[in-house]
């Protein structure tokens, strides 16, 4: 499983939420960890499940999404 952090536009409130939470739930390889107004923290199995297609599955719900990097701390 890969971990996945996106940045949502569109999103403005928590009806928007739920739809995005159904949307990713639909998808076969997809686990939710966190899904607030404007992002989505989640595991995806890439071999069932590419960015591709979750990005996809967003975008004819009505929401761009794009990955979130993530600054690695420097110890």
């Not at 995005?20 to 997809?30: N, S, W």
């Not at 899904?35 to 890439?46: E, I, K, N, T």
Request: hydrophobic residues 40%.
């Amino acid at each position: 499983m890969e971990h996945l952090n996106l940045k949502i536009d569109g999103m403005s409130c928590g009806h928007c939420v739920a739809r995005v939470e159904k949307t990713l739930k639909k998808l076969d390889g997809v686990t939710l960890n966190r899904v607030d107004v404007g992002s989505a923290d989640l595991f995806y199995d890439p071999a069932k499940a590419s960015f591709a297609k979750i990005r996809e599955a967003l975008d004819d719900a009505g929401y761009t999404a794009s990955p979130v990097e993530r600054a690695e701390r420097l110890a």
